[in-house]
């Protein structure tokens, strides 16, 4: 396999931003976020991308999944756009349908398979992602956090995508509960070969599940590498000070 057959996604040399104010203004603000970002994600590999609050993490998601266009650079798909599972699992799930129905309309909207079928791709996934059947028909309230985030990834993975965002995925959930979706995060990218940008501001969680980090400032990637290099041998006094602060 070439390097180019290996690769799931390219950002070069990406910069950009967006506007600021009503879309029906002329004289909305421009505001650059990101500088120059250039990094690749290969099959099979969990991307770590960590940073402070406001330093360009979402403003790149937005990018990657088409929303906001880059100003220059390109950003190149070798496999279709990406699924993404939010930090929230509440707010991401429509609290008038249980889980079984929610993980269906994709397919429903995709258009594609009759019930049956897509019946017994829901149930093959809600299994995959180890939700009890017994709980299939319950709605979001009546789930746990962990439980929702379960239904959420089901939901990114049921049209079969090869790359996940996974964005800050269980930075709501507690310890034990956040130890287990991580689990099944490594689980899923064997079982399914799926690569992920996992993006978060705990830096433990990202050395637990990645195999490379992006360390972000100010809209620049100003270190990255494997991730037991970059814990281990930091170059940069930003990278120092955030690891410090994970300890």
């Known amino acids: 396999m070439n390097e180019e057959q290996n690769l799931i996604l390219e ?45 360009g993490k979402t403003t790149l998601t937005r990018m990657i999944l088409g929303m906001l266009k880059p100003q220059s650079g390109e950003i190149i798909h070798y496999t279709r756009r990406p699924q993404i599972v939010f930090q929230d699992p509440f707010s991401s799930l429509n609290p008038a349908y249980s889980a079984e129905w929610a993980v269906e309309e994709p397919l429903r909207i995709y258009g594609k398979y009759d019930e049956k079928e897509r019946k017994r ?30 239904v959420s990834i089901a939901i990114a993975l049921i049209q ?23 689990k099944l995060l490594k689980h ?33 990637i100003v270190e990255q590498g494997d991730v037991d290099e970059v814990y281990d041998h930091p170059k940069e006094e930003y990278t120092r000070r955030l690891l410090a602060a994970a300890m």
């Open 11 to 55: 950002v070069r040399h990406v910069s950009g931003g967006y506007r600021e104010g009503s879309f029906l203004s002329s004289k909305r603000a421009y505001h650059e976020v990101l500088h120059d970002v250039d990094f690749v994600i290969r099959r099979h590999e969990i991307l770590g991308l960590v940073g402070e609050s406001g330093t």
């Open 121 to 150: 791709r829901v149930h093959e996934m809600l299994e995959r992602v180890e939700l009890p059947r017994e709980i299939w028909a319950s709605r979001p309230s009546e789930l746990s956090g962990g439980q929702c985030q379960r």
């Open 188 to 220: 899923l990218r064997d079982d399914l070969d799926l690569s992920y940008l996992f993006i978060s501001h705990d830096l433990n969680v990202v050395y637990q599940l990645c195999d490379r980090v992006l360390v972000m400032k100010e809209g620049r």
């Open 160 to 182: 079969r995508p090869h790359f996940i965002i996974a964005d800050e995925p269980v930075s709501a959930l507690d310890v034990t509960i956040q130890a287990q979706i991580l």
